[in-house]
C-alpha cells in the first residue's frame, strides 16, 4: 500500500500532498506565528507583515507536502514508516531551506557555522513537527486505518502499556544514577508504551531494527514532552530556543533509551510464542539452529574486531584507553586497548543476533551499523561506561559535549560492524541453496526494506547524531 496512488507519479501526488502540505503548514505556521519569525518568511517577498508571512509560508509549504507525497509514492503507507520518512524530510529542509535558500533570497550570505545553526534550532523542530503532520496527514489520506485499529486491540495497547511501563521503570532508575529526580521518565513510559502499538504494531521486524526505531521514537517524544507540551501548557507560549534544547538535553539520553527499551520489550512480548528475535518467514530456516548460532556468532566476533579496531584510532586520540583500562583495575593503554577489543567482539556478537540477515546490501549494512553504534554510544559511552567506573551517567549537556569524541568513535565503529559483517554474512550461503535463489531472496528482501522505513531511520539516525552536538553546545 502507498501514500499516494502509484500511477501517474508527480500527478497523482498533487492532491494527496497539498492537502498534507496545508495541514504541515498549519502546524508549522502556528508555532511560526507564536515564536514570532512570520515576518523572516514574509521577507523573502520584500515584506515584513506576518499575515505576508503566513501566506508565503503557507505556499511553501504546499509545493513541499507534494514533493514529499512524491518521494514516498512508492512506499508503505503506514503511520510508523512513513513518520520517519517524515522526520527525515523535515530535517533535511530545514538543512537546505533556513539554512541555504532563506539568506539567499533575501540578498544575504550563506553562513553555515554553528552560531547560525543554534540561531535555528527554533526552526529545526518546527520543521520536524512539519514533516510529522505531513507524512500522518497522507496516511489518512491513504486509508490505512485497518493499520491504526490493529494497535487499538486491548493484547496490543496491554503490551505496549506493560513494555512502555517497565522501561520507564529501568530508564527511571538510571536517571536517578545521573544525579537527578526521575522526572517525568517513569510516567513518561506509560504514554509512550501506548502510543508505539499505535505507529508501529503493523511492523514485522527483529528486535534490533525495532531497537533503532524505537530511538527514534524516544527523540520524537523527546520533543513533545520536554521542548513543547510544558511550556504550552504552563505558559501558553513554546519555547523551541537553543537555551531551552540546552537546558532538556540532559533528558535526552533517557529518552533514547526510553524509546528503544520498549521497542525492545514489545517485540520481545510480541514474540514470546513463535520464539525470540525470528527471521523473516520469507528466509526460511534451512539450517540446523546451532550451526546458524555458531556461525553468526563468529561473523559478530570477527566484525565488533574490525570495528574495534577502528574505534581504536579515535581512543588513541582522545586518549581514552587508560579510562577503559579502569574497567578491570588497570591504568595502562596496553590493558585499555584489550579491554575494548573484548568489549568490541561482545558487542559485535549482540549485533550478529540482533540484526541476522537485515542487512541485504552493503548500504544496509552501513545503515544498521551506523544506528547500532549510536544506540550504543547512548547506552554505553553515556551510561554504562561512567557507572562501572564507579560515577554517574554523563546525562546532562556538559557530558554529552565532553562525550563527543566517543560519538564519532561509536559510530565509526557501527560502520565498520555492518559493513564486515554484512560481507561475511553474504558469502555464508547453504550449499544445498542455489545462488540464483540466494539472490532472489536478498532482491526481495532488500525491496521490502527499502519500502518501509529503514533507509528513513538510517538517515534520521545520522541527522541526530550531528544535531546532538548542536544542541549540546554551550548547555550546561
Same mark, same amino acid.
Given at each position: 500500500?502507498? !501514500?499516494?496512488?502509484?500511477?501517474?507519479?508527480?500527478?497523482?501526488?498533487?492532491?494527496?500532498?497539498?492537502?498534507?502540505?496545508?495541514?504541515?503548514? /498549519?502546524?508549522?505556521?502556528?508555532?511560526?506565528?507564536?515564536?514570532?519569525?512570520?515576518?523572516?518568511?514574509?521577507?523573502?517577498?520584500?515584506?515584513?507583515?506576518?499575515?505576508?508571512?503566513?501566506?508565503? *509560508?503557507?505556499? $511553501?509549504?504546499?509545493?513541499?507536502?507534494?514533493?514529499f507525497?512524491?518521494?514516498?509514492?512508492?512506499?508503505?503507507?503506514?503511520?510508523?514508516?512513513?513518520?520517519?520518512?517524515? #522526520? %527525515?524530510?523535515?530535517?533535511?529542509?530545514?538543512?537546505?531551506?533556513?539554512?541555504?535558500?532563506?539568506?539567499?533570497?533575501?540578498?544575504?550570505?550563506?553562513?553555515?557555522?554553528?552560531?547560525? &545553526?543554534?540561531?535555528?534550532?527554533p526552526?529545526? =523542530?518546527? *520543521?520536524?513537527c512539519?514533516?510529522?503532520?505531513?507524512? /500522518?496527514?497522507?496516511?489518512?489520506?491513504?486509508?490505512?486505518?485497518?493499520?491504526?485499529?490493529?494497535?487499538?486491540?486491548?493484547?496490543?495497547? @496491554?503490551?505496549? &502499556?506493560?513494555?512502555?511501563?517497565?522501561?520507564?521503570?529501568? +530508564?527511571?532508575?538510571?536517571?536517578?544514577? %545521573?544525579?537527578a529526580?526521575?522526572?517525568?521518565?517513569?510516567?513518561?513510559?506509560?504514554p509512550?508504551?501506548?502510543?508505539?502499538?499505535?505507529?508501529?504494531?503493523?511492523?514485522r521486524?527483529?528486535?534490533?531494527?525495532?531497537?533503532?526505531?524505537?530511538?527514534?521514537?524516544?527523540?520524537?517524544?523527546?520533543?513533545?514532552?520536554?521542548?513543547?507540551?510544558?511550556?504550552?501548557?504552563?505558559?501558553?507560549? @513554546?519555547?523551541?530556543?537553543?537555551?531551552?534544547?540546552a537546558?532538556?538535553?540532559?533528558?535526552?539520553?533517557?529518552? $533514547?533509551?526510553?524509546?528503544?527499551?520498549?521497542?525492545?520489550?514489545?517485540?520481545?512480548?510480541?514474540?514470546?510464542?513463535?520464539?525470540?528475535?525470528?527471521d523473516?518467514v520469507? #528466509?526460511?530456516?534451512t539450517e540446523?539452529?546451532?550451526?546458524?548460532?555458531?556461525?553468526?556468532?563468529? *561473523?559478530? $566476533?570477527?566484525?565488533?574486531?574490525?570495528?574495534?579496531?577502528?574505534?581504536?584510532?579515535?581512543? +588513541?586520540? !582522545?586518549?581514552? /584507553?587508560?579510562?577503559?583500562?579502569?574497567?578491570?583495575?588497570?591504568?595502562?593503554?596496553?590493558?585499555?586497548?584489550?579491554?575494548?577489543?573484548? $568489549?568490541?567482539?561482545?558487542?559485535?556478537?549482540?549485533?550478529?543476533?540482533?540484526?541476522?540477515?537485515?542487512?541485504?546490501?552493503?548500504?544496509?549494512?552501513?545503515?544498521?551499523?551506523?544506528?547500532?553504534?549510536?544506540?550504543?554510544?547512548v547506552?554505553?559511552?553515556?551510561?554504562?561506561?561512567?557507572?562501572?567506573?564507579?560515577?554517574?551517567?554523563?546525562w546532562?549537556?556538559?557530558g554529552?559535549?565532553?562525550?563527543?569524541?566517543?560519538?564519532?568513535?561509536?559510530?565509526?565503529?557501527?560502520?565498520?560492524?555492518?559493513?564486515?559483517?554484512?560481507?561475511?554474512?553474504?558469502?555464508?550461503?547453504?550449499?544445498?541453496?542455489?545462488?540464483?535463489?540466494?539472490?532472489?531472496?536478498? +532482491?526481495?528482501?532488500?525491496?521490502?526494506?527499502?519500502?518501509?522505513?529503514?533507509?528513513?531511520?538510517?538517515?534520521?539516525?545520522?541527522?541526530?547524531?550531528? =544535531?546532538?552536538?548542536?544542541?549540546?553546545?554551550?548547555?550546561?
Open positions: 500500500m502507498s !501514500a499516494v496512488p502509484r500511477a501517474g507519479g508527480l500527478r497523482a501526488a498533487v492532491l494527496p500532498g497539498a492537502v498534507a502540505g496545508v495541514a504541515g503548514g /498549519l502546524v508549522f505556521g502556528a508555532a511560526m506565528a507564536m515564536l514570532g519569525t512570520l515576518p523572516t518568511v514574509a521577507s523573502i517577498v520584500r515584506a515584513d507583515s506576518p499575515y505576508t508571512g503566513f501566506a508565503v *509560508h503557507l505556499v $511553501i509549504a504546499v509545493v513541499l507536502g507534494i514533493g507525497a512524491a518521494l514516498v509514492s512508492r512506499q508503505r503507507a503506514r503511520a510508523g514508516e512513513l513518520l520517519f520518512w517524515g #522526520l %527525515a524530510y523535515g530535517a533535511f529542509w530545514w538543512f537546505l531551506g533556513p539554512q541555504t535558500l532563506l539568506p539567499l533570497l533575501r540578498g544575504l550570505p550563506v553562513a553555515w557555522d554553528l552560531a547560525g &545553526a543554534r540561531a535555528l534550532v526552526s529545526l =523542530i518546527g *520543521h520536524l512539519y514533516g510529522t503532520a505531513v507524512a /500522518l496527514v497522507l496516511v489518512l489520506l491513504s486509508g490505512s486505518r485497518d493499520r491504526v485499529r490493529s494497535g487499538l486491540r486491548p493484547t496490543v495497547l @496491554l503490551r505496549g &502499556a506493560a513494555a512502555g511501563l517497565l522501561a520507564g521503570s529501568v +530508564v527511571g532508575g538510571l536517571g536517578v544514577m %545521573a544525579g529526580s526521575p522526572g517525568p521518565l517513569p510516567l513518561a513510559g506509560l509512550l508504551g501506548l502510543g508505539y502499538p499505535l505507529l508501529f504494531s503493523a511492523e521486524e527483529g528486535a534490533g531494527p525495532a531497537i533503532v526505531r524505537g530511538a527514534a521514537y524516544g527523540f520524537l517524544c523527546w520533543i513533545a514532552a520536554e521542548l513543547t507540551l510544558p511550556p504550552l501548557l504552563r505558559d501558553g507560549v @513554546l519555547d523551541w530556543s537553543h537555551t531551552a534544547a537546558a532538556a538535553a540532559g533528558r535526552l539520553p533517557g529518552y $533514547i533509551l526510553l524509546g528503544a527499551l520498549t521497542s525492545a520489550l514489545f517485540t520481545l512480548l510480541g514474540a514470546l510464542a513463535a520464539g525470540l528475535f525470528t523473516d520469507r #528466509l526460511a530456516r540446523a539452529p546451532g550451526a546458524r548460532g555458531l556461525r553468526a556468532t563468529g *561473523h559478530g $566476533i570477527l566484525a565488533g574486531l574490525a570495528g574495534g579496531l577502528v574505534f581504536t584510532g579515535v581512543m +588513541v586520540a !582522545a586518549g581514552a /584507553l587508560p579510562t577503559v583500562a579502569r574497567l578491570v583495575g588497570g591504568q595502562s593503554a596496553a590493558v585499555g586497548l584489550l579491554v575494548h577489543l573484548v $568489549i568490541a567482539q561482545i558487542v559485535g556478537v549482540s549485533y550478529a543476533v540482533l540484526f541476522r540477515r537485515r542487512g541485504f546490501d552493503l548500504a544496509s549494512g552501513l545503515g544498521w551499523g551506523v544506528s547500532y553504534g549510536f544506540v550504543w554510544w547506552l554505553g559511552g553515556l551510561t554504562l561506561l561512567p557507572v562501572l567506573l564507579g560515577g554517574e551517567p554523563r546532562s549537556a556538559a554529552m559535549a565532553a562525550a563527543f569524541p566517543s560519538l564519532v568513535g561509536h559510530l565509526a565503529y557501527g560502520a565498520a560492524l555492518g559493513m564486515v559483517y554484512y560481507a561475511l554474512e553474504a558469502r555464508a550461503n547453504p550449499w544445498w541453496v542455489t545462488r540464483n535463489e540466494a539472490e532472489a531472496a536478498r +532482491v526481495a528482501a532488500r525491496q521490502e526494506q527499502t519500502l518501509g522505513s529503514a533507509p528513513a531511520l538510517w538517515t534520521l539516525t545520522a541527522i541526530l547524531a550531528l =544535531i546532538i552536538p548542536l544542541l549540546v553546545a554551550g548547555g550546561g
